[in-house]
């Protein structure tokens, strides 16, 4: 089946640094998408992109979907962006259905 | 506007008993989706419905899980007799459309001992 595969599995950083986060995924996808979770705590999706590059505040979302992968860059890292991202693949009728990774869980220090 | 809600927030059962899960979509959206997430694991897709048709159940558990959503609305998740793999957090999400972005509720968590 439709595989997802996310690195790294966890990260921990320091206030100020940056972070990337890869998403590598094993076939054809309509998108990519970028959530974020808080232990205990719903998904929010962070960014959404087809193929390119895609900006929101320090969040940098790059998909080649010729080469099957994206990446996630956050800059200037703060203690609240501690949590889990995790990546999905749209797929399916109409791109409804969602292929999730495993997830990178960062913890940032102060 | 109300988010995606569901209920209870919280259930702990002994195996073989069953347990019920309620999802509140956000009012409009006719399409909405359950996930099972087990612990430091990506959601996995289970059913998802279009208004009050089920259009992919490939993924859930036929033998013990059930899932209706009878007048395209709200939305319930049943588990038959429950086993200790189906301890997960089960997340409801809806959408605008099939294929819009996906909004989730704070899911349910469940133990099974």
């Known amino acids: 089946g439709q595989q997802v595969q996310q690195s790294p599995a966890s990260l921990v950083l320091q206030e100020g640094e940056n972070a990337e986060l890869q998403c590598n995924f094993s076939s054809t996808a309509t998108r990519l998408q970028w959530f974020y979770q808080r232990p205990g705590g719903s998904l929010v999706s962070l960014l959404s992109n087809p193929s390119g590059t895609k900006h929101t505040g320090r969040l940098t979302s790059t998909t080649v979907t010729k080469e099957r992968r994206g990446s996630l860059h956050i800059s200037s890292s703060q203690i609240t962006d501690s949590g889990t991202y995790l990546c999905?693949?749209?797929?399916?009728?109409?791109?409804?259905?969602?292929?999730f990774g495993g997830g990178t869980r960062l913890t940032v220090r102060p | 506007e109300a988010g995606v809600t569901q209920s209870p927030r919280y259930a702990v059962l002994q195996e073989g008993q069953a347990v019920s899960f309620w999802c509140d979509p956000i009012?409009?959206?006719?399409?909405l989706y359950w996930y099972q997430q087990p612990r430091d694991q990506g959601p996995q897709l289970l059913v998802y419905f279009r208004d009050e048709a089920v259009i992919d159940n490939s993924q859930l558990p036929s033998d013990r899980f059930s899932a209706v959503r009878p007048k395209g609305t709200n939305s319930t998740l049943k588990i038959q007799s429950a086993k200790q793999g189906d301890t997960a957090t089960y997340l409801c999400?809806?959408?605008?459309?099939?294929?819009?972005?996906?909004?989730f509720g704070p899911g349910t968590r469940l133990t099974v001992l």
């Open positions: 999905a693949m749209e797929s399916g009728n109409a791109g409804a259905k969602l292929t």
């Open positions: 999400a809806s959408s605008l459309i099939q294929g819009a972005e996906q909004f």
């Open positions: 009012s409009g959206h006719d399409t």
